[in-house]
Structure formats: C-alpha cells, structure tokens
C-alpha cells in the first residue's frame, strides 16, 4: 500500500461533503468538464475528419443558427467529441507530497484548511479504472488523431486524461479515473457528485492547515446558524470520533 495526499478548505457544503464522505470509504469523483485547468483531458490535436464531415456531424442545417458564423466546425466538433468521450470518465487527484506550501495555499485556503493522508489499496481498485501518475509536458498533446465515427484508443485517452502542463509539476499528481461509476442520486442539492464509489483510499489521517482552527472553537451543542456551519460541524465532529487516524495540527507536514 502506498501514501497519498489531498488538501482541500472547509469553505462550502460541498466540499465538507465530500471529506465526510471519504471519512466514510466512500470517493466522491469529478468529471473532467469540471477540472480546474481548462486545457487538462481537452482534444486539442490534428482531427482526423473534413469541414464538411464536420457540419455533418454537427447537423449543421439545424445548428448553424446556434453557432456563431465566425466559429470554426472543426473546433466546435471536437469539442462536441471531446464531451462523447469523457461523459463516461469521473476523475480523483492526490498528491505524493503533503509539505507543499503553494499547495496549502492554492487548496487549502491560505493554510486554513486540511490535507488527509490516505492509503491507497490497489486490490479495491476496478477493471474500469486506473490509477497512474500524471505525465507533465509543454505542450499538451497534439498528436493524437480523433475520427468522428469512433472512440479514442485506450492509449490516447490515457494521455489526455493523464497529460497536465509544466507549470503544474509542483503538484506532484496522482489521477485515480474510472469509467461509468454511479452518480451520486440521492442528494437534494444543486452540487451532486459526479461519481461516487467505494473508496480504494483509507484516510489515515488528518493535519489541520497552520492557519486553521481545530474546530474546538463549533458549539456542539446548538443549532448549526447555516448549511455550513452544519457541514462543517458534522466533518470536524466526525474526525473528532475516528481514533484510527492521526490528528495534527502543527508544521510537522510543512516545509519551512
């Protein structure tokens, strides 16, 4: 088993959930679509089809009214591509390092936030699924041709959803992916999981960032003020429980 790293704030509902979650086994995934990088698992190669095959496809007499003029079909038809083959694919990323300060700062708040430890088992992980580490390079990839007939081979899906720029590399990222995991069904709110799965990571523990409070300072006892503080209760509360992982909050997990 291997030790990996997710830093994350405690700032929305949503991402409360998705800790609560992982304290419960379970892995709330992303869809690429939604990846903070707009270039990450993006076709920006050499198409392997016409201008004409192109409208074609798009059924241009019905759509051209919803495009504009200037826009090239080429590039709105890969992009409608590029929606066909990753709406299946949901997506989770760790670290290999937990001392990064530009991590803790861009994720985790300006330090306000945690970074869990996680121990990945590779038997719980699926035939649908991968786990590999993320290829960084300038430029992304351009070599791979997409046809509009058919899907992309498994070697070139595998480098666009495992492909990041350069400027990236001091994440140090792991991308967990898999294809057609469950959506999450069940939650009445607007921030559903895109997918969610019984977890192949165990949380084994957890460092508050050196700005965070540990959360001694919630009030328990009353009534949660807002859906927040609600959240944010139920995950510190939670973590509070769990006596079979570490709680830090010092610079132990800093470089400084």
Not at 226 to 239: E, F, H, P, S
């Amino acid at each position: 088993m291997s030790t990996y790293y997710f830093y994350t704030d405690l700032e929305s509902p949503f991402k409360c959930r998705r800790v609560h979650a992982m304290l419960e086994g379970k892995l709330p995934l992303t869809n690429p679509s939604r990846f903070n990088d707009p270039f990450d698992s993006r076709l920006v190669s050499k198409p392997d089809f016409t201008d004409a095959e192109a409208r074609k496809y798009l059924d241009w007499e019905l759509k051209r009214s919803l495009i504009f003029p200037e826009e090239n079909p080429i590039y709105v038809a890969l992009e409608k591509k590029r929606e066909e083959i990753f709406s299946r694919w949901t997506a989770f990323s760790v670290s290999e390092i937990n001392g990064s300060l530009l991590m803790w700062a861009h994720y985790g708040a300006q330090h306000k936030g945690i970074c869990l430890e996680l121990e990945y088992d590779e038997a719980k992980k699926t035939n649908t699924a991968l786990f590999e580490k993320i290829r960084y390079a300038t430029p992304y990839p351009r070599d791979i041709r997409v046809s509009l007939n058919q899907d992309l081979d498994s070697a070139s899906l595998e480098t666009l959803l495992l492909t990041k720029s350069i400027d990236w590399h001091y994440e140090r990222e792991w991308r967990f992916a898999i294809q057609d995991a469950p959506s999450e069904v069940d939650f009445p709110g607007d921030h559903k999981f895109d997918g969610i799965i019984d977890s192949p990571f165990k949380v084994t523990g957890v460092c508050y960032g050196f700005r965070a409070e540990d959360g001694s300072h919630l009030d328990f006892r009353g009534v949660p003020e807002n859906m927040l503080q609600y959240t944010k209760i139920a995950v510190v509360g939670r973590i509070a429980e769990r006596t079979d992982i570490s709680v830090n909050q010092n610079t132990k997990w800093y470089r400084i």
